[in-house]
Nanobody
Framework: QLQLVESGGGLARPGGSLRLSCAASGSTLDRNDIGWFRQAPGKEREGVACERWNGGGTTYKNSVKGRFTISRDSAKNTVYLNMNSLEPEDTAVYYC??????????????????WGQGTQVTVSS
């Protein structure tokens, strides 16, 4: 069974950058859609970015377009989220997820089968 573990979270200043990693084990990420989601205190969990395995098409939440980039390294069986120009509104627990068939848009959390435990990202001056 696929297991996911996030890392790379921490404290960043507004305008700064962080790179989150999601290491997969137990199975390959190949033939799985991958996604990043986040949940801020008192808010609903929302989709941030995702990539479909078939063709590699990506979808981003509008507020992170041009700032965040999702990618995968198949050789390392790892997913990444590069975050630039961070804003205080990006503060949240970030989760990675995977699933074989999450739909065209791939930002619906309920379509994913495998989840990590999350990593805290705090953006503050």
């Amino acid at each position: 069974q696929l297991q996911l573990v996030e890392s790379g979270g921490g404290l960043a200043r507004p305008g700064g950058s962080l790179r989150l990693s999601c290491a997969a084990s137990g199975s390959t990420l190949d033939r799985n859609d991958i996604g990043w989601f986040r949940q801020a205190p008192g808010k609903e969990r929302e989709g941030v970015a995702c990539e479909r395995w078939n063709g590699g098409g990506t979808t981003y939440k509008n507020s992170v377009k041009g700032r965040f980039t999702i990618s995968r390294d198949s050789a390392k069986n790892t997913v990444y989220l590069n975050m630039n120009s961070l804003e205080p509104e990006d503060t949240a627990v970030y989760y990675c997820a995977a699933g074989p068939n999450t739909g065209y848009v791939c930002l619906d959390q309920y379509q994913y089968d495998y989840w990590g435990q999350g990593t805290q990202v705090t953006v503050s001056s």
